[in-house]
């Protein structure tokens, strides 16, 4: 469970999202409604679909959390509504515990027009987190796997090279649920 905030044009939103370790075609990303209940969208990348349930959090009698999840549809997805991506990763610096790259997106396939720049702190880790990053804060890029950064880590924040987007790290942990996923 990755927990991000990302603040862009004086607004602030979170979003959390949930992965399997040992099984990278799953995303689970809890949003919380303005005027309603939470949502949790479960992203198969592979059959491009995403499975939509009401979730609701409550704690028992021990102190225990526990969780509940109400099917209510399913979506067919597209790979990306924007046509193709061009990008590459430039390290930046390194140390024992993290690193630091920029992801540079360009506007064509030569990548000589540039159209965004990130600098991204990842802090190093066995396992490959970085697409917990990719569906909370690449919005259209959710189900674009080839955007992720080969290294292993976790990113925690990232600051646009204009400085008017950044997005922080506020939560990282374990969590054990069961969820069944209509076919």
């Excluded at 109400?70 to 193709?84: D, E, I, Q």
């Excluded at 930046?92 to 690193?99: G, I, R, Y």
């Excluded at 064509?108 to 802090?123: G, P």
């Excluded at 066995?126 to 804060?137: P, S």
Aim: charge should be neutral.
């Amino acid at each position: 469970m990755a927990q991000y905030s990302t603040s862009y044009d004086n607004s602030i939103y979170d979003r959390i999202a949930y992965a399997i370790t040992t099984n990278d075609n799953y995303v689970m990303q809890i949003i919380n409604l303005p005027d309603g209940p939470q949502v949790a969208h479960v992203y198969d990348i592979k059959a491009l679909k995403e499975h939509l349930f009401i979730f609701t959090e409550s704690i028992d009698e021990n102190g225990v959390k526990k969780y509940k999840f109400n099917y209510t549809h399913s979506l067919n997805r597209v790979k990306s509504p924007g046509g193709a991506i061009y990008f590459d990763y430039i390290p930046v610096s390194q140390a024992d515990s993290f690193e630091i790259v920029k992801l540079n997106c360009y506007k064509n396939k030569a990548k000589t027009k540039l159209s965004n720049s990130l600098e991204l702190k990842i802090i190093k880790s066995e396992l490959n987190l970085f697409r917990l990053y990719r569906f909370t804060c690449f919005h259209i890029s959710e189900f674009i796997p080839e955007l992720d950064y080969k290294g292993a880590g976790l990113v925690t924040n990232c600051v646009s090279n204009d400085g008017k987007r950044t997005d922080t790290l506020k939560a990282f942990g374990e969590v054990n649920f069961e969820l069944t996923i209509p076919n």
